[in-house]
C-alpha cells in the first residue's frame, strides 16, 4: 500500500488571463499535516476548493490513494472533509440537527448517524451543547462544529482552509489542540493558513505558495536551520534589515556590535516568516 495519500500533478487554474495556481505540483503522506503556508490570494483556497471538486481546475491531475478524482469522483468525496473559512452553519438549526443533516447527506444509515455525533460531540466537547442553537455558540464552538461536521462521514483526508482565522490567541490555540488530536486518529489533515506561528506549531511539512507556484517544501524545523537558528533586527528610517546566526553566542555577540552602532535592534529566533522573506522578498 502506498503511503501517499494525495499526489497534485502539475495543477493550472486560470481565470480569464489571471492564473491563480501556475502547475503546483506536491504530494502529502498519510497520516500527515500538511500545510499551504502564504499570503491572502496566493493560491490556497483555489487549491483546496479543487482538492475537493468544488472548482474544476484548468488543466492537471489529483489522485486521491493512487485513483484519478477526476474519473472516481464520488468515490473520492467520500474520502475527504471539507472545512470552508467562511462558517456556513444553519444558525437557526441546534449542534445535532446540522451534523444530522450532513450524515444525511453522506447517506449514511440513522444509526451510524447518532452514533457518529455522539462521538464527534464528545471529541469536540460539544456534548453538553447538542440541543443548543448555533447562533447561540461563540466563534470558537462554531469553528469546532465546523471541524467535526466535516468529520460525520469518517474521511480520511480533512481539507482546512484558515481555520483559526478570527479568533481571539487563546481560542485558536484550544483549536490547534483540537486538530492535533484529529491527526493523532490517523486523519490526513491539508491545513491553508497566513499564520507562520500556526504552521511552525501544527505542521509536519510546510509548502510555501506565492502568486499561484510552490516555492519550497521542507520541514518547519528544517526551514528555520538552513537560514540560521538566530536573528537580530535593526530598525532605522529605511525598515527592518535582518541578520541571521546558526549559534546563540555568535548572535549575541553581534547584537553588543549592531547595538553600538544603531539606536534600536533586537535578538530573536528565526521563524517562517523570516524564511518566506528570505525565498520571496515579501511578507505575509
Known amino acids: 500500500m502506498s503511503n501517499v495519500a494525495l499526489d497534485i500533478k502539475d495543477l493550472k487554474k486560470k481565470y480569464g488571463s489571471l492564473f491563480a495556481l501556475k502547475g503546483i505540483s506536491f504530494q502529502v503522506y498519510r497520516g500527515e499535516l500538511f500545510s499551504l503556508l502564504g499570503p491572502n490570494g496566493a493560491g490556497k483556497t483555489t487549491t483546496l476548493r479543487i482538492i475537493s471538486g468544488l472548482t474544476a481546475p484548468s488543466s492537471g491531475n489529483i ?6 478524482l477526476f474519473t472516481e469522483e464520488i468515490w473520492a468525496k467520500n474520502k475527504i472533509g471539507l472545512v470552508p473559512q467562511q462558517i456556513n452553519l444553519d444558525l437557526e438549526l441546534t449542534v445535532e440537527e446540522n451534523l444530522f443533516i450532513h450524515g444525511l447527506l453522506f447517506k449514511m444509515s440513522l444509526k451510524e448517524i447518532k452514533k457518529r455525533i455522539t462521538e464527534l460531540l464528545e471529541m469536540a466537547d460539544l456534548l453538553d451543547r447538542k440541543k443548543s442553537k448555533v447562533k447561540e455558540l461563540s466563534g470558537g464552538l462554531r469553528r469546532r462544529l465546523l471541524i467535526i461536521r466535516a468529520l460525520m462521514h469518517s474521511p480520511e483526508i480533512l481539507l482546512l482552509d484558515e481555520p483559526t482565522v478570527g479568533l481571539d490567541p487563546h481560542i485558536r490555540r484550544k483549536i ?19 499564520y507562520m506561528e500556526e504552521a511552525e506549531a501544527l505542521s509536519d511539512r510546510v509548502a510555501f505558495i506565492n502568486k499561484g507556484e510552490i516555492i519550497a517544501i521542507d520541514t518547519p524545523s528544517n526551514f528555520v536551520k538552513k537560514l540560521g537558528n538566530f536573528a537580530i533586527d535593526i530598525y532605522s528610517n529605511n525598515g527592518i534589515v535582518t541578520h541571521f546566526f546558526k549559534n546563540k553566542e555568535e548572535a549575541e555577540e553581534a547584537l553588543l556590535k549592531f547595538s553600538q552602532k544603531y539606536p534600536y535592534v533586537s535578538l530573536r529566533k528565526v521563524n517562517l516568516e523570516d524564511v518566506f522573506i528570505k525565498l520571496t522578498g515579501e511578507r505575509v
Open 63 to 68: 489522485y486521491i490513494f493512487g485513483k484519478s
Open 176 to 194: 490547534w489542540s483540537f486538530i492535533k488530536t484529529i491527526q493523532a486518529s490517523g486523519t490526513t489533515i491539508i491545513l491553508t493558513t497566513h
